[in-house]
C-alpha cells in the first residue's frame, strides 16, 4: 500500500499545488472500490456552483486477484526451486479528468480562470493614461516602464506579455485580460507630482513609483 498511499499524494500535490483545487484523501467503500481490487484510495474535491462533490482520481491496491486470474507470477526468492510467487499489483493514472475539475472549480459564466501557476500568461502589464494630453516624453518613459517591469518579472521566473496595442482602451485591456490572468498590471502616468509613472498590481500590492 505505500507505492499506492504515495501516488494518492501525488494527485493531491498536482490539485494543490498546482491547480491550486483543494482536495481530501480517503479510502473507496467496498462497494465503491475499483471492481476485482483490493482497495481503492482517492482524493475527492468539491464543485462551488453544483454544491457536488467531484471524484479526482483514484490509486488502487489490485492485490493478487488479476495475477492470479491472467498468471502472472514469478519464482519464490524463498520457496523451493520452481515454487510461484504470484506477483502483488497496483493501478493508478492521472487522467484529463484534472482538468475538468480544474475548469468547474475555477471558471464562471465570465469564462475559464487559470490558477497562476499553470497559466500561459501569469502576469500582464497594461499601460495606461496615455491620453492626447498626454506628453509624448511622457508616453514614451510609460512604455520604458512597462518594458522595464516585464523584463524584471521574466527574470524572476514570472511568464509575463505586455499589452501596447494602441487601438485598444486601457478599460478594454482590463476587461479583456481580466478573464485570462489573475494578476494584471496598469501603469499610468496620473496623480503623481513629477510625471512619475505609476506602477499599481491589481490585487494585493501596490508599489508606486517615485521621483
Known amino acids: 500500500m ?3 498511499y504515495a501516488i494518492l499524494d501525488l494527485y493531491r500535490r498536482v490539485y494543490e ?3 491550486a483545487v483543494p482536495v481530501i484523501k480517503g479510502q473507496k467503500s467496498d462497494n465503491e472500490k475499483f471492481a476485482g481490487g483490493l482497495r481503492t484510495t482517492t482524493v475527492e474535491g468539491f464543485i462551488p456552483a453544483t454544491g457536488r462533490g ?3 482520481g483514484t490509486s488502487h491496491c489490485l492485490g493478487q486477484n488479476f495475477s492470479k486470474m491472467f498468471d502472472i507470477f514469478v519464482e519464490d526468492p524463498n520457496g523451493a526451486s520452481g515454487d510461484r510467487l504470484y506477483v502483488w499489483q497496483n493501478s493508478w493514472g492521472l487522467s484529463t ?3 475538468g475539475v480544474m475548469v468547474m472549480v475555477h471558471g464562471d ?3 475559464l480562470v487559470m490558477p497562476p501557476r499553470v497559466a500561459l500568461t501569469q502576469v500582464v502589464v497594461i499601460p495606461a493614461g496615455m491620453t492626447s494630453s498626454v506628453s509624448d516624453e511622457v508616453k514614451q518613459r510609460i512604455l520604458e516602464k512597462v518594458e ?3 523584463k524584471t518579472l521574466t527574470e524572476v521566473d514570472l511568464r509575463v506579455k505586455s499589452d501596447t ?3 485598444y482602451t486601457p478599460g478594454w ?3 479583456y485580460w481580466e478573464l485570462k490572468v489573475q494578476s494584471p498590471v496598469h501603469i499610468h502616468p496620473l496623480f503623481h507630482p513629477h510625471g512619475i509613472p505609476n506602477l499599481c498590481f491589481w490585487g494585493e500590492a501596490v508599489l508606486e513609483i517615485g521621483a
Open 2 to 4: 505505500e507505492e499506492v
Open 17 to 19: 499545488d498546482l491547480l
Open 54 to 56: 467531484i471524484q479526482g
Open 97 to 99: 479528468r484534472t482538468i
Open 109 to 111: 459564466d465570465r469564462g
Open 148 to 150: 522595464e517591469v516585464e
Open 165 to 167: 496595442r494602441k487601438e
Open 173 to 175: 485591456k482590463y476587461n
